[in-house]
């Protein structure tokens, strides 16, 4: 690998980072849906998916969950979150390669199916699927933050066409 796309790859990550703390730091909406976050760290992923390709997208996700759960949070939450990452990721991946899904597409299919991860994750780990009542209202959430991640994705994508790496 290049060393200015290594570079530019640790910068994404770092700048992903950012996005993550704060919305950490955030309470829940309200305590009726609890769990309901935007993922603006997902700007990023789905900029690199789209500037670079898959495997740049995998690593700065995966380096960003990684650093992000040493740094502020558990072990229990690590186990959520890396489930969710891991079916949204691979789905963005999937869609992407279709040429069919713009980046709004891909990022709404990535907002839902990260939280059918972490739903997953959460019935295995209670060993109860009784959990999976909240499934619709996650999508609903999963639909909206896409659709506004997908949209700034677009602008950054845009904003940066002529950078070259």
């Known amino acids: ?22 919305e950490m730091l955030i309470p829940p909406i309200s305590t009726a849906v609890p769990g309901v976050k935007m993922g603006l760290a997902n700007i ?9 390709d898959a495997v740049s997208a995998a690593a700065v996700s995966a380096v960003r969950l990684a650093l992000t759960f040493l740094l502020f949070r558990s072990v ?26 713009s980046p709004v597409g891909v990022s709404v299919a ?5 939280n059918a991860g972490q739903i997953g994750m959460a019935m295995l780990l209670m060993s109860t699927s009784a959990i999976g009542y909240y499934l619709p209202v996650l999508a609903v959430s999963g639909t909206v933050s896409g659709i506004l991640v997908g949209t700034a994705s677009v602008f950054v994508l ?6 070259k790496i």
């Open 76 to 101: 229990m939450t690590l186990a959520y979150s890396a489930a969710g990452a891991v079916l949204s990721l691979g789905a963005m991946i999937l869609l992407k390669r279709t040429d069919k899904f």
């Open 1 to 22: 690998m290049r060393t200015k796309k290594l570079t530019f790859l640790a910068l994404c990550t770092s700048l992903a980072m950012v996005p993550s703390y704060v």
């Open 44 to 52: 990023v992923t789905v900029f690199v998916l789209y500037k670079f």
């Open 158 to 163: 845009k904003s940066l066409r002529d950078v």
């Open 110 to 114: 990535g907002g839902v199916l990260h």
